[in-house]
T-cell receptor
Framework: DTGVSQNPRHKITKRGQNVTFRCDPI?????LYWYRQTLGQGPEFLTY????????KSRLLSDRFSAERPKGSFSTLEIQRTEQGDSAMYLC??????????????FGSGTQLSVL | SQQGEEDPQALSIQEGENATMNCSYK?????LQWYRQNSGRGLVHLIL?????REKHSGRLRVTLDTSKKSSSLLITASRAADTASYFC????????????FGQGTRLTINP
């Protein structure tokens, strides 16, 4: 169990550029979540996958955001035409869901995005 | 909008003292969880309490849940400098929901 891995740890980009983040969940976990966190706030849900299926997307996830989880393993989160308001910590979490509502999330260390 | 609201937003105490943080939520839940976050890092799960439980202990942590008041508290006893972190409560926003909704957190500072 190597934990949830996120790359890169930091990303600085210019407004209008596209960025892509990667998350490698714990290998046997079937669920993968993306959250966004701004300074002084709690994580806000963006989207989640069960295996390769994207089952829910938040209204926070505009058309410029897209997430994928090919083959139900790692996931990528892409932001197109970045805006300064996209600056935040992007957190990935995974869990093993056996159909019970009682599951805990394992978080990665996050990718800190700064849009200049 | 966020489901949980933590109180206080910030708490500063001396090492060795007990720290109590509160969380209120709005809808029915299956469970409530507490997470800890060190500055610039991801969140770490601390404890989960189910809706049919009233109290749970884990080491120096004690969590209570009052579903009639839609509130929970996290008590850290005999605090240490290493407990300095932000603490978040999280709930499944409604029964059957597949995601956790987090509060804004309590920033805890333990002074040596």
């Amino acid at each position: 169990d190597t934990g949830v891995s996120q790359n890169p740890r930091h990303k600085i980009t210019k407004r209008g550029q596209n960025v892509t983040f990667r998350c490698d969940p714990i290998s046997e976990h079937n669920r993968l979540y993306w959250y966004r966190q701004t300074l002084g706030q709690g994580p806000e849900f963006l989207t989640y996958f069960q295996n390769e299926a994207q089952l829910e997307k938040s209204r926070l996830l505009s058309d410029r955001f897209s997430a994928e989880r090919p083959k139900g393993s790692f996931s990528t989160l892409e932001i197109q035409r970045t805006e300064q308001g996209d600056s935040a910590m992007y957190l990935c979490a995974s869990s093993l869901s056996l159909g019970s509502p009682h599951e805990k999330l394992f978080f990665g260390s996050g990718t800190q995005l700064s849009v200049l | 909008s966020q489901q949980g609201e933590e109180d206080p937003q910030a708490l500063s105490i001396q090492e060795g003292e007990n720290a109590t943080m509160n969380c209120s939520y709005k809808t029915s839940i299956n469970n409530l969880q507490w997470y800890r976050q060190n500055s610039g890092r991801g969140l770490v799960h601390l404890i989960l309490i189910r809706s049919n439980e009233r109290e749970k202990h884990s080491g120096r942590l004690r969590v209570t849940l009052d579903t009639s008041k839609k509130s929970s508290s996290l008590l850290i006893t005999a605090s240490r400098a290493a407990d300095t972190a932000s603490y978040f409560c999280a709930t499944d926003a409604d029964q059957g929901a597949q995601k956790l909704v987090f509060g804004q957190g309590t920033r805890l500072t333990i002074n040596p």
